[in-house]
Each structure stands twice: as structure tokens, then as C-alpha cells.
């Protein structure tokens, strides 16, 4: 099985979007492919770098890795979970 997965150094420094507006913290990922994480703080959007299809144990850990990193490093606790429905 193919798997789409970079892997890239730990501290590989995330994408940060400046928003509109304000609001409600937000954690955000896709569902099976060419996954990726973004956690909101106030008015930016922090954008993980690309994870890649989960459809290995490895890859799966690392957006668990990158999901307690991103809230750990932004002091975040979401307060919204949005995911991508396709499987």
C-alpha cells in the first residue's frame, strides 16, 4: 500500500493565516487523505505542515502527535472540532 506521508523535522515551523475576525478556538483536519491539521487562536489560523493519507499506523500517530503539539504550543483547548466527512 502507498502511503503519502512526509515526514518532516519536529519543529518544522506551521503555516499561521491572519483572519478577519475573532473566534471561538477551532481544531480542524481532514478525514483519510491527504490530511493536514489547522488550530485557530484568536485571529490566526495555524496550519500544520501536510501529514498525508492515514492509512498507516505511523501517519495516523503523527496527526495525533501534531494535534497535542499544535494546542500544546498555542495554549489552546478547542473549543470546536471540525473534520472532513470523506472517509
Same mark, same amino acid.
Given at each position: =500500500?502507498?502511503?503519502?506521508?512526509?515526514?518532516?523535522?519536529? #519543529?518544522?515551523?506551521?503555516?499561521?493565516? $491572519?483572519?478577519? !475576525?475573532?473566534?471561538?478556538s477551532v481544531l480542524a483536519c481532514g478525514?483519510?487523505?491527504?490530511?493536514?491539521? !489547522?488550530?485557530?487562536?484568536?485571529?490566526?489560523? #495555524?496550519?500544520?505542515?501536510?501529514?498525508?493519507?492515514?492509512? %498507516?499506523?505511523?501517519?495516523?500517530? =503523527?496527526?495525533?502527535?501534531? $494535534?497535542?503539539?499544535? !494546542?500544546? %504550543?498555542?495554549?489552546?483547548?478547542?473549543?470546536?472540532?471540525? #473534520?472532513?466527512? #470523506?472517509?
Amino acid at each position: =500500500m502507498d502511503t503519502n506521508l512526509i515526514s518532516l523535522p519536529k #519543529h518544522y515551523p506551521d503555516t499561521v493565516i $491572519v483572519l478577519p !475576525c475573532i473566534g471561538p478556538s477551532v481544531l480542524a483536519c481532514g478525514a483519510w487523505l491527504k490530511n493536514t491539521v !489547522c488550530v485557530t487562536r484568536g485571529n490566526e489560523a #495555524h496550519v500544520s505542515q501536510l501529514i498525508g493519507d492515514l492509512d %498507516s499506523a505511523a501517519a495516523r500517530q =503523527m496527526l495525533d502527535d501534531t $494535534v497535542v503539539r499544535l !494546542c500544546n %504550543s498555542l495554549d489552546v483547548q478547542p473549543e470546536i472540532v471540525a #473534520h472532513d466527512l #470523506h472517509p
